[in-house]
């Protein structure tokens, strides 16, 4: 069985793998000389199975490992070697280890050993050896170097384990061919085939393609306005802000301490001439063997080129004693006028949604209005005779409006002005009429409940006298049911009556939509790769959505469960979940430890 691996870097690698005894060290004796005759830049990396040395007991960097030094780097005009202490209870992390080499200088990455790596590998073999072939259980063997004697299944390339040309020549061959795995999200509208008639499409329609369908019927709004910063929260910037001034505006101390030339320090004792202050400036140029007293966000005063911490200085009679000499690094603790941003530079881009780091960002920069985007308008409305409004005596055999709450929820948060309508009565011509009405309000209209296939099932005729409808139906669970169209220049939006499926298709469907009308031309879903800690199941053909819980775990990997039960009516599960875990309609399970999607709740929920 072999372990997931995901190679972290633009170049390839490639394995060889082989019981002991094998020859895989001698091979790559011979293959090394031959690839870098060929102009092949190669780094090996080889896994050992017990403690080793690469360099001499005597020698000063062997001497000062052994003294404790987490890491020891020796370099010269011929090489450098990094040796590092890192005792672990398992083997070395080959992610890791490969994030170590220098990318723009190597071609192709060679691994000796990691046989339980899922990575691309050669495998060799010897029939002598009477040893079972490797590639019965491993998927991942791209060839087999081997003796005559051994049988080679015609789906692999069989290689002459003698003939180290020919080993050469495929590895030559796999470099260049190589591409790094192009990731498959499990919902890409910019990848989905297009809805050519929709009135054909009684199966349902994909995902991906809902998304496409809905983001084609937007136009981004173009009309700005000027607002005041206090009141910004949560609008979109609509042009380029360009800072009219250095962050920071001078040079300034990032800590208390004091402040003086570099080349000072050999003049030891410094003579301080003067404290400044945050908001303050020395006004003289600061002579050699002199120091100032500096605060943090005090101006550096002309002369000065490095700082040294209060706690690392010892001043008596304007006498200044700087400890740890020899540790003094050139500019330390100095902030340089525009670091962050300089005059001129775009500090924030039009298109951007204005939080609380942006505000403050804009707050520093002196701007106290913005240019914004108008605000989405949104109404909402819930249909059904069993719904009642929370507050009210519940009726028999009636439940609590819940989704018309989740709905206003997570428009607020996207920065909507809402319009609540209320619960609308499953009356044809009642809802004829809200429609009409919502239509004339607002640049989305939104309705849960309504459209699935029942005889009270109103919302679809309803919208037939007023509209038109796009689609109906999503191969997506939960949320099959889901009625897109338009009411005039509104786009509507009646969402499945489950109040768990209600919240899946607003975060697929309406979030994307109100980003795009707000101004966010370049926003998309957020999908992370995760490890999955127990087997789920979907069906292919449909894309699932499951509630899930993410942890960080002690690999340092993002690993999901669920929630439990997954019944579209449990609001519990939405509650418990911090993510949903995406299952692509090309996939019908994933198996524990399988590689998985989850898209967090961060941004809404």
């Given amino acids: 069985m072999t372990a997931l691996f995901t190679n972290p870097l633009p170049i390839p690698v490639l394995g060889f793998c082989a019981y002991s005894g094998t020859g895989k060290t001698t091979l790559l004796k011979q293959l090394i000389p031959l690839l870098n005759q060929r102009g092949l830049r190669l780094a090996v990396i080889k896994h050992a199975h017990h403690n080793f040395d690469v360099d001499i007991p005597g020698k000063d960097s062997f001497e000062m490992r052994k003294a404790g030094a987490k890491q020891v780097l020796v370099a010269s005009n011929m090489r450098w070697a990094l040796m590092t202490e890192d005792p672990l209870d398992d083997d070395p992390q080959l992610q890791h280890l490969l994030r170590q080499i220098e990318v723009d200088k190597v071609d192709i990455v060679l691994v000796e050993g990691f046989k339980k790596l899922a990575l691309p590998k050669i495998e060799l073999h010897r029939a002598a050896h009477n040893k079972p072939l490797i590639h019965i259980h491993d998927d991942n063997i791209v060839a087999i170097a081997c003796c005559d004697e051994t049988t080679v299944p015609a789906s692999l390339t069989r290689l002459d384990l003698n003939n180290v040309a020919q080993i050469a020549d495929f590895v030559q061959h796999y470099q260049q061919n190589w591409q790094a795995t192009v990731i498959n999200l499990p919902v890409d509208a910019s990848k989905a085939a297009k809805i050519d008639d929709t009135a054909n499409n009684k199966n349902g329609i994909s995902v991906s393609q809902g998304v496409a369908a809905v983001l084609a019927q937007i136009t981004p709004t173009n009309h700005p306005e000027v607002v005041d910063l206090i009141d910004i929260d949560n ?122 780091a942006e505000l403050g960002l804009m707050a520093s920069l002196g701007f106290h209005r913005l240019p914004v985007f108008k605000r989405p308008i949104v109404a909402v409305f819930s249909t059904g005779d069993e719904v009642s409004q929370p507050g009210d005596q519940l009726k028999a055999n009636c439940i609590y409006d819940a989704n018309r709450y989740t709905i206003l929820s997570m428009a607020k948060k996207l920065g909507c002005q809402v319009i609540d309508l209320g619960i609308i009565d499953d009356n044809e011509q009642t809802l004829t009429n809200t429609l009409i009405d919502a239509g004339t309000k607002a640049d989305i209209v939104i309705s849960s409940g309504g459209v699935s296939v029942g005889n009270a099932d109103y919302i679809k005729m309803a919208l037939a006298n007023v509209g038109n409808t796009h689609f109906w139906r999503i191969n997506m669970r939960p949320g099959r049911p889901l009625a897109v169209g338009n009411i005039n220049q509104s786009l509507f939006f009646g969402l499945p009556g489950n109040p768990v499926a209600v919240m899946v298709a607003f975060l697929q469907f309406v979030q994307p939509a109100i980003r795009k009308m707000a101004g966010e031309a370049n926003w998309l879903p957020q999908f992370i790769p995760a490890i999955a800690s127990q087997p789920l199941r979907s069906k292919t053909g449909r894309t699932e959505f499951l509630r899930g819980i993410y942890t960080l775990g002690p690999d340092g990997k993002i690993h999901v469960s669920t929630t439990g039960a997954q019944g579209s009516g449990m609001l519990s599960s939405m509650v418990n979940a911090n993510c949903l875990i995406v299952i692509g309609d090309d996939h019908d399970t994933i198996p524990a430890g399988g590689s998985v999607f989850i898209q967090p709740f961060a941004d809404l929920l």
Wanted: aromatic share 4%; no cysteine.
């Fill in 235 to 356: 609008h979109v910037l609509a042009q380029d802000i360009i800072s009219e001034i250095n962050v920071p505006q001078q040079t300034n101390s990032a800590m208390d301490g004091y402040a003086f030339a570099f080349n000072s320090i050999a003049n030891a004792p410094l003579k301080v001439v003067a404290e400044v202050l945050a908001g303050h400036h020395y006004p003289n140029i600061l002579q050699d063997g002199e120091a100032v007293r500096i605060m943090t966000g005090a101006t550096v005063p002309q002369g000065a080129d490095t700082i040294q911490a209060i706690e690392l200085a010892n001043e008596q009679n304007q006498k200044l004693i700087l400890l740890e000499k020899d540790k003094i690094i050139k500019g330390q603790h100095v902030r340089l006028a525009g670091e962050d941003i300089a005059q001129g530079q775009v500090a924030l881009a039009a298109g951007t949604r204005l939080g609380a």
